[in-house]
C-alpha cells in the first residue's frame, strides 16, 4: 500500500464530526402556531437528540355493513392503503360484514410518489382476482398534522365510493389519516412501506423494541453433610459426592476423604438463577465405585422459590433434607418413589442479593447494581442517546442476484437492551430513534452494536462468510460515560469495523447523538470514593474460576431468555454484545497487550533517559539546574513533596487544553489490527476445540512454545534476580555474605555518626557526576550483586 492510501485508510478508521439538524422543527401549518420553522437551543421533546421524520400515518379502524357477494352471499375483507407504489394491506377476516384491524400504516415523507392516498375495502377470493368493494381517496395537501402530546386523531367513518368515484356504494369505513413524525405513539407498532417485501412471520423481526435482562441471583448452595447414606454393595462402605443440577449447570462437591456412610464436606456450590425461577435444583448424592463408575445412593428436588434470600452475609438457617430412594432397576421400578427416611442430606441453601451478577466483562461493565432492589441507590445521571443513521454499509448477502443489507442496531446499557427497527436494503438506513436510561455509575460503558437482519421470510442468501441465517455482525461501538463531559450532546460518526479471516475490514459508520446529564454532582463525586462493585464482592470474594464460570452462565441464560422474546433478540446478537469469547486466546491481543505494558513504561523510560543525559552532561546548563534544584531539596527536605504535587498539579492544568474533544473509539493500532499476520487472524477465529488440520495445529502449537519459551525465560531471570537477593544473608555463599554483613555494620555506623543532608548530598553529587570522573565499567555493586548465587544452578 502507498503511503497516500495508508493515511487515507488511517483517516477513514477515526472518528468524525457530524452536524445533524436535531429537535423538533415543524412546517407552516402545523398545529403547533403557524410562524414557519420553530426550534429552541433546548428542545424540551423526548426526540431532541435526532433528526425529525415525518410520516403519513392511516389508521385503519373498522367497517360496516359492507356488501355481500351475491354468488357467495357472504364477504371475506381486508383493506388495501395504496400511496404511489406502496401497498399495505390488512389481514382478511371470513364471512364478516362488520370487521375490526384497528392497524396502522407509516409511509415515510421523503418516498412519496404521489398526492393522492387510495383506500381501497376488497373482498378476498380463493380463486381468481379478490372482488372491488369500495374505495375512500385522500387529498394530501389536505391532511392534517399532529403534534404530540396533543392527544390521538380521532377517527372518522367514510361512505365507500364506486371504482369510477362518480357514486356512492353501500358500506363505511372508519379511518384516520394524519402527518406526525417519528414521536407518533402509533410509530412502534406501524406498518411500514419498508416492510413491503416481508414475509409471513418475518414482519414481526423488523419492530423496534425495548427488552429488559432477567433478573439474576447467585444461588449458594452449601452442602454440609449427609447420614446413613448406602451404597448397592453394602459390604463395602461409600466414598460420597455431591452433585448439583439447576438447568444446565451441573456443580459436584469434592469427594468424601474417608470411607463412611456419615460423609461431610462443608463445601458452598454457586450457580446462576433467573427470575421468575423456572428450573428446579436436582441433587443427587453418588458414590465413587471405581474411577469411571459412579453409582446414584439418593436423590432430592427442591424449587428455587422456596429458598430465603438475603442482603447481607448473616446464616442462614441449615435444615434436613430427606433423600428420595432411587430404583436399582426394573424390579424396584415401583419403590423408587418412597421416600428414604433413613437417608439424609444437611443443607444451607440462599439466593444470594447482595452480589452484583457479572454477565459481561468487568472491562466493558454497564451495571453494578446488586440484584436485590431495596439496596439499590438513587441514580446519578441520565443518559440520552440518539441512533440516527449508518453510512456506507457493506451489502452482507444477496437478494435477487444483488447484494443488500437489513440493518438494524442494538444498544445495551444496565438491564435495558433496545433495539431499533430494521431499515430494508438499505446502505444508509435512517433510524432517527431516541432512548434514555438511568445511570447509578459514571464508571460504566455502553456497547451499540448494528446487525443484518436474516429472519425476514425471504429468498435471501448469506454473503460468503457470514453464518447462514444467523444475523450477520456489522460492527460495534463503546462509550465509557466518565469521558463525557455532563450535559453536552456529542454528535459523531463512529466507524463499525470488524476483525475478519481476511483481516481488518471497515463495514461502515453509525451516526450517534450522545447527551449525559446529571442529576446530582454531590452523588457522582462521592462514588469516585467507594469500590465499583457491591461490598460483598469484597468482604466474601468468588475465586477467579468461580466468577469466569458464573459469568459465561449469566451469559447463557440472558441469551436464552431474550432470545424468547418476540421480536426475539438472537443469541448471536446478546453473545457479540456481551463480548462472550473475550477470554480466548489470540496472539493479536497478546500483542496488543505487551505494547499496552510497553507503552505504561514509555514515562519512565523517557524520564531516565533525560536523568541519564543530565548525569552525562549532554547538556551542560540544564546539569547545572539539576544540581541547583537538588541542593536547594537538600537544604530544605521538607519542599520535595509539595514540589511533586505542584508540579503534578501545573502538569494537569496544562494538559487541559489538550484534552480529548471526542469520546474515545476502537483504536486499530491499539488493537494490533493493521498488521496482524492471516494465519493468526485464522487462529483467533478457530472454533473450540480446533477444527483445524494436524499440520496446521502442529505449526501453532510450536509458534505457541517458541512465545512461551521467551516468556519462561522472562520468568525465570526475575525469578533469579529475586533469589540473588535473598542470598545477601542467606550464607549460601559465605565470603559474598560476610563481605555484605561486614559493609552493613560500617554503614550502619556511618550513617548514625553523619547527618542524613550530608549522605543525601554525597550521594547525589557522586551520582550526577561528569562523564570525566565515570567509568565504561559496571559499578561495584552491580558486579558484587551478578556474582551471588540463585537458584537456578538446581533446576532441572
Known amino acids: 500500500m502507498n503511503p497516500a492510501a495508508a493515511a487515507n485508510q488511517k483517516e477513514e478508521f477515526k472518528l468524525k464530526d457530524t452536524k445533524p439538524q436535531l429537535g423538533e422543527r415543524w412546517p407552516h401549518g402545523g398545529m403547533r402556531g403557524g410562524g414557519g420553522w420553530i426550534s429552541s437551543e433546548r428542545a424540551t421533546s423526548t426526540y431532541d437528540l435526532v433528526e425529525q421524520m415525518f410520516y403519513l400515518y392511516v389508521r385503519v379502524v373498522k367497517a360496516k355493513d359492507l356488501p355481500t357477494n351475491p354468488v357467495t352471499g357472504n364477504i371475506d375483507p381486508y383493506v388495501e392503503v ?4 406502496y401497498k399495505g394491506k390488512t389481514q382478511h377476516f371470513e364471512k364478516k360484514t362488520n370487521p375490526e384491524w384497528n392497524q396502522v400504516f407509516a409511509f415515510s415523507k421523503e418516498k412519496l410518489q404521489s398526492s393522492i392516498l387510495e383506500v381501497f375495502v376488497r373482498d378476498r377470493e380463493m380463486v381468481g382476482r379478490d372482488d372491488y368493494v369500495g374505495k375512500v381517496i385522500f387529498d394530501m395537501n389536505e391532511v392534517p398534522t399532529r ?65 429488559v435482562s432477567p433478573k439474576l441471583w447467585y444461588l449458594r448452595v452449601n452442602v454440609i453433610e449427609a447420614q446413613d447414606v448406602e451404597p448397592h454393595d453394602r459390604s463395602q ?16 462437591t469434592k469427594l468424601c476423604p474417608q470411607k463412611t456412610i456419615n460423609p461431610m464436606w462443608n463445601e458452598d456450590l454457586i450457580f446462576v438463577a433467573a427470575e421468575p425461577f423456572e428450573e ?16 446414584v445412593m439418593g436423590r432430592l428436588i427442591l424449587p428455587l422459590h422456596d429458598f430465603e434470600r438475603r442482603l447481607d452475609h448473616r446464616p442462614v438457617h441449615s435444615k434436613w433434607c430427606n433423600l428420595e430412594k432411587f430404583g436399582f432397576g426394573a424390579l424396584e421400578g415401583d419403590k423408587r418413589h418412597e421416600l428414604k427416611f433413613s437417608s439424609r442430606v444437611h443443607l444451607r441453601v440462599c439466593l444470594e442479593g447482595a452480589y452484583h451478577v457479572l454477565d459481561e466483562s468487568t472491562m466493558y461493565i454497564s451495571d453494578q ?77 455502553i456497547t451499540l452494536g448494528v446487525f443484518d437482519n436474516c429472519h425476514l421470510g425471504g429468498s435471501e442468501k448469506p454473503a460468503s462468510g457470514s453464518g447462514g441465517k444467523n444475523d450477520s455482525r456489522i460492527g460495534k461501538v463503546r462509550i465509557r460515560l466518565s469521558t463525557l463531559e455532563t450535559d453536552r450532546i456529542y454528535t459523531n460518526s463512529y466507524p463499525l469495523l470488524v476483525l475478519q479471516t481476511s483481516g481488518l ?12 446529564t446529571c442529576l446530582s454532582l454531590a452523588n457522582m463525586i462521592y462514588l469516585y470514593w467507594h469500590p465499583l462493585l457491591p461490598k460483598m464482592h469484597y468482604l466474601h470474594p468468588f475465586t477467579v474460576n468461580q466468577l469466569d464460570s458464573l459469568r459465561y452462565q449469566a451469559m447463557n441464560i440472558v441469551a436464552v431468555r431474550l432470545g424468547r422474546a418476540e421480536p426475539p433478540l438472537r443469541k448471536e446478537v446478546v453473545e457479540y454484545m456481551l463480548d462472550v469469547d473475550s477470554h480466548m486466546w489470540s496472539m493479536r491481543r497478546s500483542k496488543a497487550n505487551f505494547f ?50 505542584l508540579y503534578m498539579f501545573l502538569i494537569g492544568i496544562w494538559n487541559y487544553r489538550f484534552r480529548p474533544r471526542h469520546p474515545p473509539h476502537m483504536d486499530t493500532k491499539l488493537s494490533w489490527a493493521e498488521v496482524v499476520h492471516p494465519d ?60 555484605f554483613v561486614i559493609f552493613c555494620l560500617i554503614a550502619a555506623v556511618a550513617l548514625y555518626v553523619t547527618p542524613f543532608k550530608i549522605m543525601a548530598l554525597v550521594a547525589g553529587l557522586f551520582w550526577l557526576r561528569h562523564p570525566r570522573f565515570r567509568s565504561k565499567l559496571p559499578s561495584v555493586p552491580s558486579n558484587f550483586f551478578r556474582r551471588l548465587p540463585s537458584r537456578a544452578d538446581s533446576m532441572l
Open 82 to 85: 395504496k400511496l404511489g407504489n
Open 680 to 739: 493468526e487472524l485464522d487462529e483467533e477465529f478457530d472454533t473450540f476445540p480446533t477444527s483445524k488440520a494436524q499440520d496446521v495445529v502442529r505449526m501453532r502449537y510450536d509458534r505457541l512454545r517458541s512465545v512461551a519459551g521467551r516468556i519462561q525465560t522472562v520468568v525465570g531471570d526475575m525469578a533469579t534476580q529475586g533469589e540473588r537477593f535473598l542470598a545477601l544473608l542467606s550464607w549460601r555463599d559465605p565470603r559474598a555474605t560476610s563481605l
Open 596 to 645: 499496552r505494558i510497553v507503552s505504561l513504561f514509555s514515562g519512565v523510560i523517557a524520564m531516565s533517559k533525560w536523568l541519564g543525559d543530565v548525569c552525562h552532561w549532554k547538556n551542560p546548563v540544564t546539569s547545572i539546574l539539576v544540581h541547583v534544584l537538588f541542593f536547594i531539596l537538600i537544604c530544605y527536605p521538607e519542599l520535595i513533596l509539595p514540589t511533586i504535587f
Open 369 to 445: 447494581r446488586p440484584t436485590a432492589r431495596q439496596l439499590w441507590k438513587n441514580p446519578i445521571g441520565i443518559l440520552e442517546v440518539g441512533i440516527l443513521s449508518a453510512q456506507g454499509l457493506q451489502p452482507m448477502k444477496t437478494k435477487d442476484g444483488r447484494g443488500t443489507t437489513d440493518a438494524y442496531c442494538v444498544a445495551k446499557y444496565g438491564q435495558k437492551w433496545v433495539r431499533t427497527r430494521t431499515i430494508m436494503e438499505s446502505f444508509n438506513p435512517k433510524w432517527n430513534e431516541q432512548y434514555t436510561w438511568e445511570v447509578y455509575d459514571p464508571c460504566t460503558v
Open 147 to 211: 403534534v404530540p402530546p396533543d392527544s390521538p386523531l380521532a377517527p372518522q367513518w367514510y361512505r365507500l365510493e364506486h371504482r369510477r368515484g362518480d357514486s356512492k356504494v353501500k358500506g363505511e369505513v372508519m379511518l384516520a389519516v394524519w402527518m406526525g413524525t417519528q414521536a407518533d405513539e402509533a410509530f412502534p407498532e406501524a406498518w411500514h412501506t419498508d416492510a413491503a417485501s416481508v414475509q409471513g412471520e418475518g414482519v414481526f423481526n423488523i419492530r423496534s423494541k425495548v427488552y
Open 280 to 295: 428446579q435444583l436436582y441433587l443427587t448424592v453418588e458414590n465413587k465405585v471405581t474411577s469411571a463408575k459412579d453409582e
Open 505 to 516: 475490514k471497515k463495514m461502515g459508520e453509525l451516526q450517534l447523538a450522545v447527551r449525559f
Open 237 to 252: 462402605l461409600p466414598q460420597a459426592f455431591v452433585k448439583a443440577q439447576v438447568g444446565n449447570q451441573i456443580l459436584k
